[in-house]
C-alpha cells in the first residue's frame, strides 16, 4: 500500500518510448511516445520545468506547456512526422492563452510566451511563412539513430542546424518489447508523473510483468482506470493488480490479489481448519528499497480505510484505528499475530508472518516476486477454470 523511505540502490529510471526502426534510423512508434520522451527527459536537458500535458485551450490541445528560466510560458507542440500546418497551430494556441493565462500563480505574464515546434522536418514553405510572421517561433528538428546498444536523439535548432542536446537511450523492453506492450491508459501516466525515479521502475516492471503473463498464458488482461487509479485484471471476476496515489502518505500505492487465509478464529489462523478458508484477497503493499515490509488486508475493496503499519504507530505519523484491540505488551510480537483475529481490521502484518501463515516461508520479499506471486495464484484458478 505504501512506498516509502526510498533508498538510492535502484537505478534512476527514465520513461523510455518504443520506435520503428528502419536500419540505423529510426522513428517513435507513436506521437504519445515522442511526447512522453519529450516530457520525462528533454525538458530538463533544455532548461524548461513541465507544467502539464494535453492541456486544453479554446483553440484545441496543447501538447506540452512548460516553464522557461524567466518563468515564461512555453507552449510546445511536437510532430512525430513532418506537418506544414504546426505554425497555424501553435499560433492559434498562442492566441487562446494569452487570454486564458494558465498556471498564473506560476507563470509571469509580463514576460513572452515563447512558441516551440519539434518535428523531424519542417514543410517546404516553413522559411517563407518566418519570413513574414511577426511572433518568434522557435523550431527544432530531431533525429533518432539507432546502434548496437540502443538509440541516440539528437534535438537541433531547425534554421542553424545547431546541435540542442544528444541523449542516448538504451535498448530495453521498453522499446523493443519482445510482447505487445499496449499504450497505457491516461491514469498510470498521470502516476508515473508524480511517482519518485524508483517508484517508477517498480510500477513499469509491474505492467510488463502482468503483460508477460498474458502473453505465456494466452489470456487477455484489461487496463482501464478506475477513476485517477488503473486497474488491471482477466475480467471483472479475476482482477490482478491495482495502482494509483496514496494522499495520506503522498507516495505511490500498490495493490496485489494475493492469496489469503480468512481470518475468522484463532483456530484457523492456525492452520487447524485446512485451507479451506483461503481464498483470494485485495492485499495492500508496504515497500522500502524494492522489498515489501508490510502486507494489508483491505476488506471489502475499501482503499479509502486507514490501515497503518506498527512502524507508522510507533512514529506518531498516524493513531490507532479505532477498531483495533489496545496493544497486549510492549510491541506487536509474533504471537499477537498468531492469536488475534482483529488485526486486519486496522493493522497491516509484517511480510513474514503472511508468508508464514501462507506457507510460504521462503518466499522472497521483493516487490516482483509478490507480482509473480499474484500470477501465479491468479493461473491456478485459471487452470481450474479451463479444465473444468
Known amino acids: 500500500m505504501r512506498v516509502g523511505n526510498l533508498g538510492n540502490s535502484i537505478a534512476a529510471v527514465k520513461i523510455l518510448p518504443r520506435f520503428r526502426v528502419y536500419g540505423e534510423i529510426a522513428e517513435f512508434e ?17 532548461g524548461l520545468k513541465p507544467l502539464k500535458k494535453q492541456s486544453t ?86 533525429t533518432v539513430k539507432s546502434h548496437d546498444q540502443g538509440f541516440v536523439f539528437t534535438l537541433y535548432q531547425w534554421l542553424t542546424k545547431t546541435e540542442v542536446t544528444s ?29 519518485s525515479e524508483d517508484e517508477k521502475q517498480w510500477v513499469i516492471q509491474l505492467r510488463e510483468q502482468i503483460y508477460q503473463f ?12 478506475n477513476g485517477k487509479w488503473t486497474k488491471f485484471e482477466r475480467n471483472k471476476q479475476n482482477p490482478l493488480a491495482e495502482v494509483g496515489w496514496d494522499k495520506k502518505r503522498d507516495s505511490l500505492a500498490i495493490y496485489l490479489w494475493l492469496p489469503f487465509t480468512t481470518i475468522n478464529s484463532p483456530l484457523n489462523m492456525a492452520g487447524v481448519r485446512g485451507n479451506n478458508y483461503k481464498r483470494t484477497a485485495m492485499m495492500g503493499l508496504w515497500i522500502v528499497d524494492g522489498i515489501v515490509q508490510y502486507v494489508g488486508f483491505i476488506k471489502n475493496g475499501r482503499k479509502s480505510w486507514l490501515i497503518v503499519t506498527n512502524d507508522e504507530l510507533q512514529n506518531g505519523k498516524f493513531s490507532r484505528p479505532t477498531k483495533l484491540p489496545k496493544r497486549r505488551g510492549s510491541q506487536w510480537n509474533s504471537e499477537y499475530w498468531k492469536w488475534n483475529s482483529d488485526y486486519w481490521k486496522g493493522l497491516a502484518m509484517p511480510t513474514q508472518f503472511y508468508l508464514k501463515t501462507m506457507a510460504l516461508s521462503d518466499h522472497s520479499h521483493s516487490l516482483s516476486a509478490f507480482v509473480e506471486l499474484a500470477l501465479e495464484h491468479s493461473l491456478q484458478k485459471l487452470k481450474k477454470n479451463r479444465a473444468s
Open 167 to 195: 541523449i542516448e537511450i538504451p535498448r530495453a523492453t521498453e522499446i523493443s518489447p519482445v510482447f505487445n506492450l499496449p499504450d497505457p491508459p491516461q491514469s498510470f501516466v498521470d502516476l508515473l508523473d508524480k511517482s
Open 30 to 46: 507513436t506521437e504519445r511516445h515522442l511526447e512522453w520522451f519529450f516530457w520525462h527527459t528533454v525538458l530538463g536537458k533544455i
Open 57 to 142: 485551450c479554446r483553440e484545441g490541445i496543447c501538447d506540452i506547456l512548460a516553464k522557461g528560466s524567466k518563468n515564461q510560458l512555453v507552449i510546445i507542440e511536437l510532430k512525430n512526422t513532418q506537418d506544414s500546418h504546426v505554425l497555424e497551430q501553435i499560433t492559434a494556441y498562442f492566441d487562446a492563452l494569452q487570454e486564458e493565462q494558465p498556471f498564473a500563480e506560476q507563470i509571469d505574464y509580463t514576460q513572452p510566451i515563447e512558441l516551440y515546434t519539434v518535428c523531424p522536418s519542417d514543410g517546404n514553405r516553413t522559411e517563407l511563412i518566418l519570413k513574414y510572421h511577426q511572433l518568434d517561433f522557435k523550431l527544432f528538428s530531431y
Open 214 to 225: 498474458a502473453q505465456d498464458y494466452n489470456c487477455r488482461i484489461s487496463e482501464q482506470p
